[in-house]
């Protein structure tokens, strides 16, 4: 079973290469960044993008690598291409996302966690209609990442219709993709988390106008699932009579107020630990730099901060299935350039990472700018961050790709590039 999944997907990532090689003539094309002698036509450029040629399809995870959505494809009046897209959100999804029996009370856009790549042109009109379903019970909206007015932020700030749809309604948002690069885009309905941790998100890339250098293309996003929803609800400010000076006579009956009755045996030794932790950290900055110690007030804060560390979840993934990439390795060749877009959608956990073996990558933060930012072999996310990666491989051989995060490895988040070919030699900095 896994040898021959493995197999297929060698052979459907054979067949990408392959289909790459036919459109040969692009290798030729200028290079990212250089000006073009010709303009390359969208439905070109759609090609070499990997479109996908069915919308509507709901990608498995190890499909998600390489789906595209594009979107219906149109021209205005002034012959700017429009791009369509259609979101539908529904709450009660079933969603598997472990070999061993997970299963995700999700709320998904298009049936999907992640929801499906959206891939446009800088310069392209684009539109994303947005239907939040008859029989959901929560109202939803979009919000993308990048330029655009605020009415079509997907925010409830200020009024707008599109900040929040009702069940039943839809809302059309609508903006000229830019500028290029790779972004998040996700619900932004309070309790903001709790419809991120659903599964309300996805990956958005804004292509330049004059393509990157050729090269097989990925999308790796990266989430979590707080499996239990135990912290679902609105995150609010601490009572301020926690942090009146003038009970500090009596901090320590306050801290157990402000533990909540509803504090675990767990909670409190965590609790405990915490304030250890901090008293020995400040009391080292304190023999270095003279500041006081930490005031009964500041304990209490700590104490909030301990309660907030209790959101976290219990499996963390790559393209939504733990362990996908490990039971269906990602088949590469060696020496032959590969680009990743990463986007890091992980809710509560404040930290993610992406950690390659074998190789190192060059880095471009947030994917806009032509020129990578640095080569390494790990980079580190917070939250909403995102970036791409592009690299080669030197050596035949399984690698592991995973965080650099122990605990998040453990619960999901590692994969296996199954890379052949023969040994090439690959120059210093080798990037692409
Ligand atoms: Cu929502």
């Known amino acids: 079973m896994f040898t021959q999944n493995a197999y297929f997907f060698a052979s459907v990532l054979s067949i990408i290469l ?4 036919t459109i040969s003539p692009f290798s030729n094309f200028p290079t990212f960044g250089q000006a073009p002698a010709t303009h390359i036509s969208s439905e070109r450029y759609d090609n070499i993008k990997n479109c996908t040629t069915d919308l ?6 190890i499909e998600y690598l390489t789906y595209f959505n594009c979107g219906h494809v149109s021209k205005d009046e002034s012959g700017r291409t429009v791009r369509q897209f259609t979101l539908i ?14 299963i995700f009370d999700g709320w998904t856009f298009n049936g999907t966690i992640p929801g499906p ?28 990442h990048s330029i655009h007015y605020a009415k079509n932020d997907g925010v409830s700030m200020g009024g707008y219709p599109g900040g929040a749809i009702s069940p039943g309604r839809s809302f059309t948002y609508e903006f000229v993709a830019q ?23 996805g990956m958005m890339i804004i292509d330049p106008k004059e393509p990157r250098p050729q090269m097989t293309e990925m999308a790796m996003l990266l989430n979590g699932y707080d499996m239990d929803f135990d912290q679902e609800g609105p995150t609010t400010l601490p009572p301020a009579a926690l942090f009146d000076t003038s009970l500090q006579d ?42 006081s110690v930490p005031s009964a007030t500041e304990e209490e804060t700590s104490v909030e901060q301990a309660g907030e560390e209790e959101r976290d979840n219990e499996i963390y993934t790559v393209n939504g299935k733990a362990f996908d990439y ?24 404040l930290v993610n990472s992406f950690h390659v073996h074998g190789a190192m990558f060059d880095y471009y933060t947030a994917g806009t700018d032509e020129t990578s930012d640095y080569n390494t072999d790990i980079v580190t996310f917070s939250q909403g961050d995102r970036g791409i ?3 080669r491989y030197a050596y035949p051989g399984t690698y592991m790709f995973h965080a650099h995060q122990t605990e998040f490895t453990d619960l999901g988040w590692m994969g296996l590039f199954d890379v052949r070919g023969d040994p090439v030699n690959i120059p210093e900095h080798q990037g692409t």
Do not use: W
Not at 56 to 61: A, I, L, V
Not at 326 to 349: A, S, W
């Open 326 to 349: 490990m039971m269906h390795p990602i088949v590469l060749q060696t020496g032959k350039p590969y680009r990743i877009y990463v986007v890091n959608m992980l809710e509560f956990d």
């Open 250 to 291: 009596d901090a320590g009956s306050n801290m157990t107020a402000g533990a909540d009755s509803n504090e675990t045996n767990t909670g409190s030794n965590m609790t405990n630990m915490t304030n250890m932790t901090n008293m020995t950290n400040m009391t080292n900055m304190t023999n270095m730099t003279h500041v």
């Open 56 to 61: 509507s399809k709901k990608p498995t995870s």
């Open 117 to 144: 790549t959206i891939r446009v042109t800088e310069g392209d009109l684009v539109r994303i209609r947005v239907i939040n379903s008859n029989e959901n019970t929560h109202p939803h909206s979009l919000h993308t």
């Open 179 to 201: 500028p290029y690069g790779v972004y998040p885009y996700h619900c932004h309905v309070d309790p903001i988390a709790d419809h991120i941790n659903r599964g309300l998100y």
């Open 18 to 21: 392959i289909f790459s090689s």
């Open 89 to 102: 959100v529904q709450e009660n999804q079933k969603i598997p996302i472990s070999y061993e029996g997970h």
């Open 389 to 391: 990666m592009e690299f």
